[in-house]
Structures are given as structure tokens and as C-alpha cells.
């Protein structure tokens, strides 16, 4: 069984693939089959963890009928915890070495799992972030500069709030990267808001690498930041750093390989 990326061409495994969905009917379906072109079907998994009410569960099924990939499809009537909660779900059946996750939208590309894996078992990291802002990245599919500047200020805000502990991150707020399944402790986790990488960061104690990737264009429909959205970043924010004493204890910082 190959367990890493191969040559051009060949599918990879040992990646549990967690896709947090709300409401992503136009997109689905197409993001499960180009995942299915570079993952190795007898080694990996694709878990949908949905939130919608659009019928993207029912899409997500119906793609899964026409590749021969492990694809689960899990609709939350109650979706505790929004994005964050919904990646917490994925992680915790996620039974492979590694843990993808990205979002459903087709911005963060399925071609570039394979570089994502390789620069972990290269470089020995336990977690390697997707980043939009290391040299040879690119933002470009957010939509608009107020996006842009929202993106950016966000960023800094994370950075300036956590200074010691993100200063080598360089896009602390991607939801796009891998980590290692045994590297994870879910019980220490609080998820709310749809910053799960923060989470992930800020409540271990992780080896770190990065890798750039370019932000492409959302498929179908529309973006889904609201000022809901802000708020509830910015109160994960507050909660990390002021409300958190054991988890600050715990991971006091995180390496950089």
C-alpha cells in the first residue's frame, strides 16, 4: 500500500480528508472527484461533515456512488461549534496517519495534498499549513479588497494577540493543512467560530512547517463570511488568550521545522 505521494500521476494514502460543508450543493460533487483522482482508494477516506440545507449531503452521496474512494457523508441537524465543530466531528473518525482539512468550496486546491504530505514526512512536522502569504502563494480568489484587508487584519490581530506562539505562521487563519492524526488531543479542544487551525496551534504542542499554495477561485455560489462570522472570531480570539490558563501551559509554543 503506498502510504505517500508517488510520482506524477500515482494516488497517495494513509490521509483522512475532513471537508466541513454548509451549504456547497455546486460544489461538492466536483470536489469529491478530484480528490479521488490523487487519493488511493484502498488507503484513504473522504469525510463530509455537512451543515447545509441546500442539499449538499445528497450531492456529496450521489459523488460518492461514482468513485471508488471511502466517502462519508455526515449531515449535523444541530451544528454545535459552526466550521470548527464540524472539523472536530471529521477529526475524530478520521482513522489514517494524516488529517486534511480543507474547505468545500474548490479554493483550496485537492491537487496539492500530495505536497502537503510529502513536506510532512520530509521535514518530520507534525502539522504543515497551506499558506496563501509564504513567497510563491497567492491570495487571489478572495473576493474584493475588503476581503484582502479583512484577511490581512485578521491575521495580524491572531499574531498580535499570540506573538511568540504564531510568529513563524505565516497565514494563521488558512483552513487549508495537515496534521498528524496522533498528534491531536480532541479533548483539549474548544471549537467555535470557523478558525480551526488556531485552535489546533494554540492548544498543542506541534512541530510546524509551511508550504505556499495559491487561493484559487470559489466554485458555485457565494462566500459565506457575515459579520457573524467576525464576531465569532473575534471571540474565539478572546477565549484562546484569556480564558484558557491550561491550554497556554500546555502549548507554549509551537516548533518550526
Not at 508517488?6 to 450543493?25: D, I, K
Request: glycine share 10%.
Amino acid at each position: 500500500m503506498r502510504q505517500n505521494a508517488g510520482s506524477e500521476g500515482e494516488r497517495f494514502g494513509g490521509v483522512s480528508v475532513v471537508v466541513p460543508t454548509f451549504n456547497e450543493a455546486g460544489n461538492v460533487g466536483e470536489l469529491v472527484r478530484r480528490l479521488a483522482t490523487v487519493l488511493d482508494p484502498d488507503v484513504s477516506e473522504i469525510l463530509i461533515i455537512d451543515d447545509s440545507s441546500d442539499g449538499t449531503a445528497s450531492e456529496a452521496a450521489g459523488a460518492a456512488e461514482r468513485v471508488l474512494n471511502k466517502v462519508e457523508v455526515v449531515h449535523r441537524d444541530e451544528p454545535a461549534g459552526g466550521l470548527s465543530g464540524a472539523v472536530l466531528t471529521g477529526m475524530a473518525l478520521a482513522v489514517h496517519r494524516w488529517v486534511v482539512v480543507m474547505d468545500g468550496d474548490l479554493q483550496h486546491p485537492p491537487e496539492d495534498l500530495p505536497g502537503l504530505i510529502a513536506a510532512g514526512e520530509q521535514r518530520g512536522a507534525d502539522i504543515v499549513v497551506a499558506s496563501r502569504y509564504l513567497d510563491g502563494g497567492s491570495a487571489g480568489g478572495l473576493e474584493g479588497s475588503v476581503r484582502h484587508l479583512v484577511s490581512r487584519v485578521s491575521t495580524l490581530a491572531a499574531r498580535a494577540l499570540f506573538p511568540r506562539r504564531l510568529r513563524q505562521c505565516t497565514d494563521p487563519m488558512t483552513g487549508f493543512f495537515a496534521v498528524r492524526r496522533d498528534a491531536l488531543d480532541l479533548e483539549a479542544m474548544r471549537p467555535q467560530g470557523f478558525k480551526i487551525l488556531l485552535e489546533v496551534l494554540l492548544r498543542h504542542r506541534l512541530t510546524m512547517t509551511e508550504i505556499p499554495f495559491s487561493f484559487g477561485a470559489r466554485g458555485a455560489g457565494h462566500s459565506k463570511a457575515t459579520l457573524a462570522n467576525g464576531a465569532a472570531y473575534l471571540r474565539q480570539l478572546v477565549a484562546l488568550r484569556f480564558h484558557s490558563p491550561s491550554a497556554a501551559r500546555s502549548a507554549t509554543a509551537v516548533e518550526v521545522v
